[in-house]
């Protein structure tokens, strides 16, 4: 497994204290110059989809059931462990003082066709949606929100971001 790189939320000051560990799993879903995304209207940013892995769960059940959550994903096939980023963040319960967050990215492939998605209900009211998107124009859409520091941006764009522009960089055939 490689270290594609350590990301240290600019609001956080130490990665010392109270710490939540969370461990997520990500899927880079690519057709052509397209990759399929979560729009979040709340955060008005696109990202890839994944999440939490549970308790004593396998990494790539934990992918698989999250891409077909999220984006309604069928057949998923889950290729090659692409890395994984250390990110340490702010945390909102008073009981933390921070989160470090494990994601690991893996490069999929899914059948052709999306069927309904299974969004939990946080999801569905931050208006989540997935989407075929050009990956340039994920990134400038990103770009643009971190820019403007828009008020309603949220915490994991600047790890969006970086994975997008690295999978433009290194997997993206123009």
Request: charge should be negative; hydrophobic fraction near 35%; glycine fraction near 6%.
């Amino acid at each position: 497994m490689k270290l594609i790189t350590e990301l240290v939320h600019p609001r956080l000051n130490s990665k010392e204290g109270r710490i939540l560990r969370r461990h997520a799993a990500r899927g880079i879903v690519l057709r052509a110059e397209q990759i399929l995304l979560l729009y979040t209207e709340r955060y008005n940013d696109f990202s890839l989809p994944g999440g939490g892995i549970d308790e004593g769960e396998d990494i790539t059940v934990a992918l698989c059931r999250e891409l077909e959550e999220e984006t309604g994903a069928r057949d998923i096939q889950v290729n090659e462990h692409y890395g994984y980023i250390e990110e340490y963040r702010p945390y909102w319960k008073p009981e933390y003082d921070l989160m470090h967050m494990t994601s690991h990215f893996f490069l999929c492939d899914v059948a052709p066709t999306l069927a309904d998605t299974k969004m939990e209900s946080y999801e569905i009211a931050n208006g989540m949606r997935p989407m075929w998107v050009p990956v340039e124009e994920a990134i400038k859409h990103n770009r643009y929100v971190m820019s403007r520091q828009e008020e309603s941006m949220g915490q994991s764009i600047q790890r969006e971001t970086f994975m997008l522009e690295k999978v433009m960089s290194e997997l993206v055939e123009l």
